[in-house]
C-alpha cells in the first residue's frame, strides 16, 4: 500500500503540485487523470523520490524519505514520461540496470538477474532486441524498454507515467494487460497516468483527478468520467457510454 499525504512540490520556486494526498491498496491500480499541465508527471515524480517534496510519503507503513535510495528502489519502481536513455547501452544491459538495487556487494548480475531481464523482454516483445543500442529504437520500442526496465526491478510498487502514448493499440493492450497481469500475479500496486480516459477507467480501480495540483476529485471510474466533470476540467465535449463490463466509455463529440 502506498500512502501519500499533503505533497507539495515547487520547481524553480513556482508552487506545482498544491498539497496533494492519495492511497493505493496494495494490489489496486490507481490511475491519476487530469489535463495538460495539472501536475501528474510532477506528483509522481515526487512519489518516486526523483524531485523535492514536502509532505509524507509511506510504503506498508514505511517512511520513504528515511530510506537509502536503494532500499527505496526495492520497494518503488517508476517508469517516466520523457526519460533521458543512455542511446550507446544495449537493451539488455539498459535492463539490467534494473537488478541494480538487488545486486551484491560486487555489483556484478547473476544469471538470475540476466533471466529475470530477459523474462520481461520476452512479455513486451523485445527480445529480438536486446543487442541493440537503446538509441536505435523507435518510439514504441523504447516505451517498452523504458517500462520492462521498471519491471525489472521487481518492486511492489509501480509508477506509470503515460505508459502507453508511443505504442499501437496491440502493444497498448499488451502493457496494459501486462501490468494488470502481474497486478494479480503478485499484488504489485500500480500507480500510473493515463490521457486516454477510456483506457483508464478500464484498468483502474481508483481515479484520481488532478487540476492544477490539486486532487478534486478521487472514486470508482464510474463516478469520476462522467461527461459533466469532463467537460468542466478538460474544456471537451464528450459521449460517455457505459461498456458491458459496467465501465464508462468516453468517446468525443462535435461540440
Ligand atoms: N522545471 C520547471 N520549472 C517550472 N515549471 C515547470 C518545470 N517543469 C514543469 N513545470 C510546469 O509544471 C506544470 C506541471 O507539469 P507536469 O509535467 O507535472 O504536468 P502533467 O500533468 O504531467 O502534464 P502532461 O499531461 O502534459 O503530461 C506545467 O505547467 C509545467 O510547465
Ligand atoms: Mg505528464
Redesign the pocket.
Known amino acids: 500500500m502506498i500512502h501519500a499525504e499533503k505533497i507539495s512540490v515547487s520547481?524553480?520556486g513556482?508552487p506545482?503540485v498544491h498539497g496533494a494526498s492519495m492511497t493505493a491498496e496494495s494490489g489496486q491500480w490507481l490511475a491519476i487523470i487530469?489535463p495538460?499541465?495539472?501536475?501528474?508527471?510532477?506528483f509522481l515524480r515526487a512519489l518516486a523520490g526523483t524531485v523535492k517534496f514536502s509532505g509524507s510519503l509511506t510504503v506498508s507503513g514505511q517512511d520513504i524519505q528515511a530510506l537509502h535510495p536503494r532500499e527505496r528502489a526495492k520497494l518503488i519502481a517508476y517508469a517516466p514520461?520523457t526519460p533521458i536513455l543512455p542511446d550507446d547501452m544495449a537493451v539488455m544491459d539498459y535492463l539490467l540496470l534494473g537488478r541494480t538495487p538487488h545486486l551484491g556487494y560486487l555489483g556484478q548480475e547473476s544469471a538470475a538477474d540476466r533471466r529475470i531481464a530477459a523474462e520481461v523482454a520476452a512479455r513486451l516483445d523485445l527480445s529480438t532486441l536486446l543487442r541493440r543500442p537503446v538509441g536505435s529504437l523507435s518510439g514504441g520500442e523504447r516505451q517498452r524498454a523504458i517500462l520492462a526496465r521498471a519491471l525489472t526491478q521487481q518492486a511492489g510498487v509501480l509508477l506509470l507515467d503515460?505508459p502507453t502514448t508511443a505504442l499501437d493499440l496491440g502493444h497498448q493492450q499488451q502493457v496494459l494487460e501486462l501490468v494488470d497481469e502481474l497486478r494479480q500475479e503478485r499484488g504489485l500496486t500500480v500507480v500510473s497516468?493515463l490521457?486516454d480516459l477510456t483506457l483508464a477507467g478500464q484498468y483502474a480501480h481508483q481515479l484520481a483527478l488532478l487540476v492544477d495540483g490539486r486532487i478534486v476529485t478521487v472514486g470508482d471510474p464510474a463516478e469520476v468520467l462522467t461527461a459533466q466533470t469532463i467537460a468542466e476540467h478538460y474544456a471537451a465535449t464528450v459521449h460517455v457510454s457505459t461498456g458491458q463490463d459496467g465501465r464508462p466509455l468516453i468517446a468525443l463529440r462535435r461540440p
Not at 495538460?36 to 510532477?42: F, I, M, V, W
Open positions: 520547481l524553480h513556482t506545482i487530469g495538460n499541465g495539472a501536475g501528474k508527471s510532477t514520461q503515460e497516468t490521457h
